[in-house]
T-cell receptor, first 117, second 109 residues
Framework: EAGVVQSPRYKIIEKKQPVAFWCNPI?????LYWYRQNLGQGPELLIR????????DSQLPKDRFSAERLKGVDSTLKIQPAELGDSAVYLC???????????????FGPGTRLTVL | KNEVEQSPQNLTAQEGEFITINCSYS?????LHWLQQHPGGGIVSLFM???GKKKHGRLIATINIQEKHSSLHITASHPRDSAVYIC???????????FGTGTSLTVIP
């Protein structure tokens, strides 16, 4: 069974440029997470989807970050315009869980390492 | 204050040593997760536990719900165990996850 797929694996851009990350979760997983991980830190949740609905985007910097999961499967995370402080690893994860059931295992993708120059 | 605290932050061990990484949390949880992250690699789930102890090969994870504490043990450590080990908890209400900052382990041959 394929795991969570992310692309690209690495991205280097200049500040003020836009950038987009793509995630394909494990088949059948209805919950999808986007995390940002800074060097030496644990992942920080940006947004969580249950199917196509964003159920927790409280930590998403909405002035420059946006995300979508139109058909409840693949998801994209966009930053426009990127800033120097956005350099981090962006992780996507998925789990087989429904609203109200907590504690289900998350499966992580390899991440996209973003460097903003 | 972080909901999940790990110690130590960095750990260097000689090959063969017994290793313990600790995790304390302050929220009510439905499960605790131990994750492994190699440099440049994605995160792999090692254990998910809500009580007692689990063992997988040379890895053992324990949890004490009353004390809100968990430990990850590695027996007969090996250089390939070098990685960052992250403790995470899923809250008992809703689907929020809280992550520790990780413990960077280096095992020297």
């Amino acid at each position: 069974e394929a795991g969570v797929v992310q692309s690209p694996r690495y991205k280097i851009i200049e500040k003020k440029q836009p950038v987009a990350f793509w995630c394909n979760p494990i088949s059948g997983h209805n919950t999808l997470y986007w995390y940002r991980q800074n060097l030496g830190q644990g992942p920080e949740l940006l947004i969580r989807y249950e199917n196509e609905e964003a159920v927790d985007d409280s930590q998403l910097p909405k002035d420059r970050f946006s995300a979508e999961r139109l058909k409840g499967v693949d998801s994209t995370l966009k930053i426009q315009p990127a800033e120097l402080g956005d350099s981090a690893v962006y992780l996507c994860a998925s789990s087989l869980e429904s609203s109200g059931r907590a504690g289900n295992e998350q499966f992580f993708g390899p991440g996209t390492r973003l460097t903003v120059l | 204050k972080n909901e999940v605290e790990q110690s130590p932050q960095n750990l260097t061990a000689q090959e063969g040593e017994f290793i313990t990484i600790n995790c304390s949390y302050s929220v009510g949880i439905s499960a605790l997760h131990w994750l492994q992250q190699h440099p440049g690699g994605g995160i792999v789930s090692l254990f998910m536990l809500s009580s007692g102890k689990k063992k997988h090969g040379r890895l053992i994870a324990t949890i004490n719900i009353q004390e809100k504490h968990s430990s990850l043990h590695i027996t007969a450590s090996h250089p390939r165990d070098s990685a960052v080990y992250i403790c995470a908890v899923s809250k008992d209400t809703g689907n929020q996850f809280y992550f520790g900052t990780g413990t960077s382990l280096t095992v020297i041959p």
